[in-house]
């Protein structure tokens, strides 16, 4: 019984042993597919990390070369400015040729100032030169301005620009020609200038009115038939007929009076241009300063106006009333003399040059010497 036990029991072992081995190999296998998975992954990605690599390899390289190219085309560039400075040294001149230079052109800088200072000098003095000839100019057209056209208001300005000259001058020899300005300043504010322009305008608005005056109208004088006179009937018809025929024509034979025809048409335009004539005269007159042709057109125009237009018009009075207040106005004055001023100026201008003269002659003197 033993016997036949022992060899149960050690079969049984035989078996168990089947039973563990199908458990163990399974697990191995799986182990090593994921091993094998994870090679393969970092394979891949060992690969690609190559190809990047690569990849930039090669594109910086790229660069490489491109920066190459560009640092050999600046080392040319370089080359070539190097070639040119080292002509343009070759073709400069020794240190010997530039210090002759340098002197030459210290030499002309001195010289350039010396004589960029006569110049100033020369040119002050023009300038003062042609100031003063300016004011003698203007003391000139002042004289004329009063001769000519009798304007105390140019002159005045024109002689207070020849004293703001003088001003400018700063010099106390013009002493004498500004007091004889001042004068002459002095005489002219103390003219009284007539009203020239508004007596040309009045004498236009007198024109203005002409057209509206009426002409004379006839005036007869009828004698009456004496009193106390016998008279028939056929007197009396005759007396009637002509007199009420007189109301509209009258012969009058009396060769001592003067026969004055009527106006009408061409006749009283003739008349009213007369008048306007005589009243564009005055007008003439008033502005350039003619006292007597003033006088004697404005005479006119009243004679005109008194002997063919009616007298009870009243627009006719009131250009008679007119007439007669222009008449008296004064057209011209009496103009101070410019002449002491103008001579004064002129004699300090001839001062002046001869000082410049003879600064200019002592100048002179020590550079001959030299």
């Known amino acids: 019984?033993?016997?036949?036990?022992?060899?149960?029991?050690?079969?049984?072992?035989?078996?168990?042993?089947?039973?563990?081995?199908?458990?163990?190999?399974?697990?191995?296998?799986?182990?090593?597919?994921?091993?094998?998975?994870?090679?393969?992954?970092?394979?891949?990605?060992?690969?690609?990390?190559?190809?990047?690599?690569?990849?930039?390899?090669?594109?910086?390289?790229?660069?490489?070369?491109?920066?190459?190219?560009?640092?050999?085309?600046?080392?040319?560039?370089?080359?070539?400015?190097?070639?040119?400075?080292?002509?343009?040294?070759?073709?400069?001149?020794?240190?010997?040729?530039?210090?002759?230079?340098?002197?030459?052109?210290?030499?002309?800088?001195?010289?350039?100032?010396?004589?960029?200072?006569?110049?100033?000098?020369?040119?002050?003095?023009?300038?003062?030169?042609?100031r003063l000839a300016?004011?003698?100019?203007?003391?000139r057209l002042a004289s004329?301005?009063?001769?000519?056209?009798?304007?105390?208001?140019?002159?005045?300005?024109?002689?207070?620009?020849?004293?703001?000259?003088?001003?400018?001058?700063?010099?106390?020899?013009?002493?004498?020609?500004?007091?004889?300005?001042?004068?002459?300043?002095?005489?002219?504010?103390?003219?009284?200038?007539?009203?020239?322009?508004?007596?040309?305008?009045?004498?236009?608005?007198l024109r203005d009115q002409v057209v509206q005056l009426a002409a004379v109208s006839p005036e007869y004088q009828l004698q009456e038939s004496p009193q106390g006179r016998p008279s028939t009937d056929t007197d009396s018809r005759w007396s009637q007929w002509w007199e009420q025929i007189s109301r509209y024509f009258r012969i009058d034979f009396n060769p001592d009076d003067n026969i004055r025809p009527l106006l009408a048409g061409q006749g009283l335009n003739q008349v009213r241009l007369a008048l306007s004539l005589a009243l564009e005269q005055a007008q003439w007159a008033a502005l350039n300063g003619e006292p007597a042709v003033y006088a004697r057109a404005l005479g006119e125009a009243r004679s005109v106006l008194q002997g063919n237009f009616n007298q009870d018009n009243p627009q006719s009075q009131a250009m008679l009333a007119r007439i007669a207040e222009l008449e008296p106005k004064a057209v011209s004055v009496v103009t101070p003399d410019l002449a002491a001023s103008l001579s004064a100026v002129q004699a300090y201008l001839e001062r002046r040059h001869l000082s410049a003269d003879e600064a200019k002659a002592s100048a002179g003197k020590p550079a001959t010497q030299e």
Request: charged share 20%.
């Open 1 to 130: 019984m033993s016997e036949t036990a022992l060899p149960k029991d050690e079969a049984q072992p035989a078996l168990d042993a089947p039973v563990e081995t199908p458990v163990t190999t399974p697990r191995r296998g799986n182990g090593l597919a994921v091993f094998a998975l994870l090679l393969g992954a970092a394979g891949v990605a060992a690969g690609g990390w190559g190809l990047w690599q690569v990849r930039a390899l090669q594109t910086s390289s790229q660069q490489q070369l491109v920066q190459v190219r560009t640092l050999d085309e600046q080392s040319q560039g370089i080359q070539q400015a190097q070639q040119q400075l080292a002509a343009r040294l070759a073709q400069l001149p020794g240190a010997d040729e530039l210090e002759e230079r340098r002197r030459l052109v210290a030499q002309l800088q001195g010289d350039q100032q010396r004589l960029n200072q006569r110049l100033e000098t020369v040119l002050g003095a023009s300038r003062k030169d042609w």
């Open 134 to 139: 300016e004011a003698e100019h203007l003391l």
């Open 144 to 205: 004329l301005r009063l001769s000519a056209l009798q304007d105390i208001n140019s002159a005045q300005a024109l002689v207070q620009g020849a004293d703001e000259i003088l001003r400018e001058q700063s010099d106390p020899g013009s002493y004498a020609a500004r007091e004889q300005l001042a004068k002459s300043l002095a005489a002219l504010r103390s003219v009284e200038q007539p009203d020239r322009t508004g007596l040309y305008l009045q004498l236009a608005a």
